[in-house]
């Protein structure tokens, strides 16, 4: 079956790991047909604005997309791209998982933690206001429709999973009302899961505990800012930035993409790792039922990250290759792999959806 799907190659290095993304993705038995579109910087030159209207035409007939790193201005400018998406098409849920891969080199070995962040209000919708010359608001909005939502989000994702734990992420103790109803919708929520143990954990007491022992946990419920702070805290746990993926979901559809950003300090320069933005299409491709072509894909990276030749990694984990050569080698062990090479038992436990 040929799946459509829309695709936002992006800014920054949102091209060069799209790019990579696509490659493997055509090697691996998948049959997609690309819509692609622009977003972010090319869509700013071309548009004039960073969120095209034909973006959110395509994925409302697509109902499904895969999404390069977007830059967006620090302090000016127009407003997140991601933001608006998410909030346009409701992609209420974004999901993290956060994996320890073989060959990487990282603080921890066999991570397997995941982040469910709810998507689409808190601080991070960026409402925001000028009250007066010099005073400013930032509006913190939490409804508990939406935090009924990302808690049931979360724990049916355990259920469906076989996770042992929820821990929802939160500061209740300085902002009462707001994050007290975040709770009061995840402990209603978490009473209807008894075997799923629920627990709660102040945000800056949950930094510090998983820098210091991150195996305490394993899904981390938060609203949106938390969330977004936590998940590059625990990619910095397996490795960094270019080895964790990314999916938001809604009922009108779902967006793949990475966690990392832009990284304007390396783009162009050809040596971005497009691990994370390999294994968003891996999220992808299950999420479109094609578990035989993302099996491949994860098998076969799992064969070059393991093999820890320099050559053939980026230099983020250690290697001296470039995101050709790294996608070369992919591809190569896509060719090359027989039953007797795949890792099959790592790739089973370490499955990322
Ligand atoms: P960033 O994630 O782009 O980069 C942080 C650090 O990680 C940099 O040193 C970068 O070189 C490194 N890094 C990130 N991805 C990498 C990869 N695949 N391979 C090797 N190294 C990698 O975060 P930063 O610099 O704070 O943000 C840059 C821009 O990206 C900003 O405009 C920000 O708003 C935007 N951003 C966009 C996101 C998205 O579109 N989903 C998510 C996060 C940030």
Redesign the pocket.
């Known amino acids: 079956m040929t799946h459509r799907v829309t695709l936002m190659p ?1 800014d ?3 091209p060069e ?1 799209a790019s990579a993304a696509l490659e493997v993705v055509a090697a691996s038995g998948a049959q997609i047909e690309w819509d692609e579109v622009m977003v972010g910087q090319p869509a700013i030159k071309e548009f004039g604005t960073p969120l095209p209207d034909a973006v959110l035409r395509s994925l409302k007939k697509t109902r499904v997309g895969i ?8 302090g000016k400018g127009f407003p ?3 933001v608006t998406l998410r909030k346009q098409l409701d992609l209420f849920a974004n999901l993290r998982p956060v994996l320890s891969l073989p060959g990487v080199k990282a603080r921890y070995k066999n991570i397997d933690l995941v982040i469910v962040r709810e998507n689409t209000e808190d601080l991070y919708a960026g409402v925001e206001h000028r009250l007066t010359p010099g005073v400013v608001g930032s509006m913190k909005i939490i409804t508990w429709d939406a935090c009924t939502r990302i808690a049931k989000f979360a724990f049916e994702y355990a259920v469906e999973r076989g996770r042992k734990k929820v821990t929802a992420v939160h500061k209740a103790n300085i902002m009462k009302i707001a994050d007290g109803l975040f709770l009061e919708a995840c402990r209603k929520i978490a009473k209807r899961y008894p075997p799923i143990e629920y627990e709660e954990v102040i945000v800056d007491a949950l930094s510090m505990k998983l820098v210091v022992n991150p195996y305490q946990f394993d899904i981390l419920l938060c609203t949106n800012l938390y969330g977004d702070i936590i998940s ?1 805290l625990c990619a910095g746990l397996v490795g ?3 080895v964790v993926p990314g999916a938001n979901f809604g009922k009108r559809g779902a967006v793949f ?10 783009a162009g320069r050809g ?7 390999i294994l968003a299409a891996e999220l992808m491709l299950r999420h479109l039922g094609e578990s035989a072509a993302a099996d491949r894909i994860h098998d076969a990276l799992i064969n070059v990250l393991s093999s820890r030749r320099k050559k053939s990694l ?3 984990i250690g290697g001296s290759g470039t995101t050709q050569g790294f996608t070369e080698a992919l591809l190569a062990a896509m060719r090359g792999l027989t039953e007797s090479e795949l890792t099959r038992p790592y790739a089973v436990q370490g499955r990322i959806a």
Do not use: C, F, R
Not at 67 to 74: A, H, I, L, N, W
Not at 257 to 266: K, L, M, N, R, Y
Not at 271 to 277: E, L, V, Y
């Open positions: 992006g920054g290095i949102g790991v999404k390069g790193p977007v830059t967006t201005q620090v997140s791209a991601n590059d960094g930035l270019g993409e990475t966690v990392h950003g832009s990284a304007p300090d390396i040596i971005a790792n497009p691990t994370a933005m980026t230099p983020d």
